[in-house]
């Protein structure tokens, strides 16, 4: 495996401004035909290096370009030296699933051989929440998401909006709520959450997306670890739970879609009063990339 770091720009919050990403770096030793790639979101307050053992484990063991990028307003983007810590008031998981996707973007720019077939994503907590996202926008994309102890919406606690420091219009609401967006999801879901979870409840989150899966006919498929709280200790190690999930797909599904990023898609999602539309035919410094009407 070889680990290194690069710096792209995403999407800005003011037309050319673009924002700076820093993303982690896992490549197998030895790259063929079959070396897909893995997107990896880190959780809320954390930082690129937080799922570094997965990471590791699974460059050369699953064959995957593994890429973890610090995506905006969380640690070392909000604390260059401490890497922990979030600002307020937090935009959750909107621009940051944009920095996410726009990595995997340049990523498969740089590195054209990657076979496009093989994109999986994963992520824990907010980074679930955000791999959640990124096949809503980007639809067409990864042969598997994989969320771990994850949220799947913004306000289902007063504490939870407290920690993010500002109102939500309704359609800034719906746009991060992914049961409210589930008809955009068309890629294969697998899951993972511990029962004694008191960060963010199982309940209410990945059981609630589980049986609205199930209810359309969308595959999904979960395991629950009885006692396991947000990071599923004690009941299992984070890696060893993520190698019991990724055995059941990483080796063997594809994605016989033609990916977002390569047709130039133009995706488009209600959200109320308000339409969101996505270009990836576009770059981050076109106006026309992202557009709210």
């Known amino acids: 495996m070889r680990q290194f770091e690069y710096i792209f720009d995403s999407i800005g919050c003011q037309p050319n401004h673009p924002k700076k990403i820093t993303v982690l770096a896992a490549a197998p030793d030895r790259m063929d ?9 880190h959780g ?10 997965i990471l590791k484990a699974a460059a050369d063991r699953y064959n995957l370009f593994c ?16 890497g922990y810590g ?23 720019q740089i590195h054209p051989e990657l076979n496009r077939h ?13 791999v959640l996202l990124g096949g809503i926008f980007a639809p067409h994309t990864f042969a598997a998401i994989y969320a771990s102890s994850s949220l799947v919406w913004v306000t289902d606690t007063p504490d939870r909006l407290a920690e993010v420091g500002r109102d939500y219009s309704e359609e800034e609401k719906n746009i991060r709520s992914v049961p409210y967006l589930l008809d955009h999801l068309d890629t294969p879901l697998f899951m993972e959450h511990g029962t004694a979870d008191d960060n963010v409840s199982h309940l209410t989150h990945t059981a609630l997306l589980e049986k609205l ?32 999930m990724a055995a059941k797909f990483m080796d063997t599904y594809e994605n016989n879609r033609r ?3 390569a047709s130039g898609s133009v995706i488009t999602i209600p959200c109320g ?15 026309g990339f992202m557009i709210w009407k």
């Open 33 to 41: 035909a079959r070396t897909g790639a893995l997107l990896v979101c």
């Open 44 to 53: 809320w307050g954390t930082n690129r290096y937080q799922h570094l053992d």
């Open 67 to 82: 890429i973890a990028p610090e995506f905006r307003m969380s640690g070392y983007d909000y604390d260059p030296l401490g």
């Open 86 to 108: 979030w600002y307020m008031p937090y935009d959750m998981s909107f621009y940051q699933t944009f920095d996410a996707l726009l990595a995997l973007r340049f990523l498969l």
């Open 118 to 130: 093989r994109l999986f994503s994963y992520g824990g907590s907010q980074g679930g929440h955000i």
């Open 213 to 244: 899966m199930k209810e359309r006919g969308k595959p999904c498929e979960v395991i629950y670890y009885e006692g396991g709280n947000h990071d599923l200790a004690p009941t299992i190690k984070k890696v060893e739970a993520f190698h019991a």
């Open 259 to 261: 990916d977002d990023f």
């Open 273 to 287: 009063a308000k339409t969101l539309t996505v270009d990836w035919g576009k770059e981050v410094r076109d106006e």
